[in-house]
């Protein structure tokens, strides 16, 4: 009786655990696509300076995407531009 009880126990453990690793992907997941273009340019810049090579234009095309992340993350959305916004597949008349 007491091995059924240690297996659930065991199994409820393997269980949370799971839980919290989706958690943490889905997290990194919304992260990567907040701050995507910024991080392959920062990766792409580091990689450039490991290997020798100026990455004066790739500092300067992540500190672009950070502000335009920036812009995107401060801007008011809502339902109210829906019909406006026909540049990003919204519906629209």
């Not at 059924?4 to 065991?10: I, M, V």
């Not at 990567?32 to 792409?44: D, H, K, L, P």
């Not at 992340?69 to 401060?74: L, P, V």
Request: without cysteine; neutral net charge.
């Amino acid at each position: 009786m007491n091995m059924k009880r240690a297996s659930r126990q065991a199994g409820q453990g393997m269980t949370e655990y799971i839980v919290i690793v989706a958690l943490i992907a889905v997290a990194a997941i919304a992260v990567y696509q907040f701050f995507g273009q910024t991080i392959r340019s920062q990766t792409a810049g580091i990689a450039l300076e490991v290997s020798g090579q100026s990455a004066s234009s790739a500092i300067s095309e992540a500190q672009s995407a950070a502000s335009n992340a920036q812009a995107e993350g401060t801007a008011t959305k809502g339902l109210d531009n829906y019909t406006n916004d026909n540049s990003r597949g919204g519906g629209g008349n």
